[in-house]
């Protein structure tokens, strides 16, 4: 069955450092990637996606991810962190076929420290 | 435009109800789920629609759960009997297509918590 691994699943970091939240997903065949954001109180949010092409994609709030395919990996950077960064930071893969839907990582909680 | 939106947003049932959430998606949305995220995990799939029908339901994790969108928009998630273990936040996303395309892009609601005494 196909899995994704958050193995962060709690950062601590000061403001304006840099920020690397690792993902790796077990599926081998062609796949969708997705990081999703929740901000405390608030609802899952679309962070960034990569279908097809560049492999670093760039998202909202100066976030990117590089996608790597020979390595599984989807991992999500910021070269500064703000204490509004504070939240929790889910990936997601959906691999194209018969199946839809988005298989979830755990997790990684972020705390920001002012 | 609105986004998803779900109701009741808190839930509180004893063991052995029914309960109903419901679910709204973006107007135009072609393609709605269902997941359901248990504390300090990330959400689980349980069904898609592709219009009216159950195009995968494959993560409904029992006979007691069913869901239905009966004119292609609003869905309700159906639980029977409920048990302390169904207790979680019921998520909902829609997208306008499912295709492997940028239109697959899922859109999530607030979720609604169900507590299960």
């Known amino acids: 069955a196909q899995s994704v691994s958050q193995h962060n699943h709690h950062v601590i970091l000061s403001e304006a450092a840099s920020l690397e939240l690792g993902c790796n997903y077990s599926?081998?065949?062609?796949?969708?990637l997705f990081w999703y954001v929740q901000y405390p109180g608030q609802h899952l949010q679309l962070l960034l996606k990569?279908?097809?092409?560049?492999?670093l994609v760039k998202g909202i709030k100066g976030f990117e991810a590089e996608f790597i395919k020979s390595k599984f990996s989807f991992n999500l950077r910021k070269p500064s962190v703000q204490w509004s960064d504070t939240a929790e930071y889910f990936c997601?893969?959906?691999?194209?076929?018969?199946?839809?839907?988005?298989?979830f990582g755990s997790g990684t909680q972020l705390t920001v420290l002012p | 435009g609105a986004g998803v939106s779900q109701t009741p947003s808190n839930k509180v049932t004893e063991k052995g109800k029914y309960v109903e959430l419901r679910c709204d998606p973006i107007?135009?949305?072609?393609?709605l789920y269902w997941y359901r995220q248990s504390l300090g995990q990330g959400p689980e799939f349980l069904i898609y629609?592709?219009?009216?029908?159950?195009?995968?339901d494959s993560g409904l994790p029992n006979d007691r759960f069913f869901a239905v969108r009966p004119e292609g928009s609003v869905s309700t998630l159906k639980i029977q009997r409920t048990e302390r273990g169904d207790s979680a936040v019921y998520l909902c996303?829609?997208?306008?297509?499912?295709?492997?395309?940028?239109?697959?892009?899922?859109?999530f609601g607030p979720g609604t918590r169900l507590t299960v005494l």
């Open positions: 599926y081998g065949g062609t796949v969708n």
């Open positions: 990569y279908f097809s092409g560049d492999p």
């Open positions: 629609f592709q219009g009216t029908g159950a195009a995968d």
């Open positions: 107007s135009g949305h072609t393609a």
């Open positions: 997601a893969v959906k691999r194209l076929g018969s199946a839809r839907q988005l298989t």
């Open positions: 996303a829609s997208s306008l297509g499912s295709g492997g395309t940028s239109t697959d892009t899922q859109y």
